[in-house]
Structures are given as C-alpha cells and as structure tokens.
C-alpha cells in the first residue's frame, strides 16, 4: 500500500509554517510602503484640489487640507477647527501612515496661494518616510 507516514505530514505542515512564518514580515513591509506610496500621491492632490476650488472663489470661502493619520480631509473655511462641515471631501489612508509637520493648509481665495508652507512628513512603523513641500506659491514638491 502506498500513503503518506504521519511523519512527512507533520514535515510538510512544519515547511509551510516557516514559509508562511518568512512571507508575513514581507508582506506587511510591502504593504507599508504600499500605503505611504497612496497616501503622498492622495495628499498632494488634496493641496491641488483645494487650492482650485479657492482660486475658483467656491462658496466665496477659502478652502484647505486637514491631513490626520488614516485620513485627509478638503475642507471650506478659515481653519480646520472653523469649518462648515457640510463640505468636507474624507479620503481614507491608511492606517499605518502618520503624518507630522503641515497638517493644516489653508489656500487664500483668487491667488490660491498658502496662508503657511513648510513640509509634511509622512511616515510609517517600520520607518520609511517621504516628505511634501508646499512652498509659498503653493507648488507641491515630494520625492
């Protein structure tokens, strides 16, 4: 009679626990750089939407970006804390992206220019980090 020993199923079982083992952690890595990829690309053009809808005088209201971890959000108003909620545009990241530095823009009607500039730093667990400039004409430069 022909059949597997219990043996080599304990074996075979024990062979696709290691490899399973060793595809996790890469896997999870991938996926990391996979949302910081998402994420960078979704917030700057979040910048670009925002400051169109100010230069086009939208509602008569200067528009700007809330970035948070696990989302970004297009607002109408002078400040996130200010806004009319009613407008908001949530884009969901996520979770593993946690932003720091400029996390609120406001763009000034007609000009569309920032009223702050600097740099958002976008980063995740295991420590890759991409960074987005917002200058003073409100061009959005990141790697």
Known sequence: MRGFTLIEVLLAVL???????AAVPAFQSFQQRSDLAVAIDAVAQRYRRAQALSRAVSGDSPWGVHVATGSVIVFRGISFAGRNAS???????GRSV????????VFD??????????VLTLETSNGDTRFLTLNAQGTVLYD
């Open 15 to 21: 062979l696709i626990g290691v490899l399973a083992s």
């Open 87 to 93: 407008y908001d545009e949530l884009v969901v990241l």
């Open 98 to 105: 946690i932003p720091s530095g400029l996390t609120d823009v």
């Open 109 to 118: 009607p007609l000009t569309g220019r920032p009223r702050s500039t600097g």
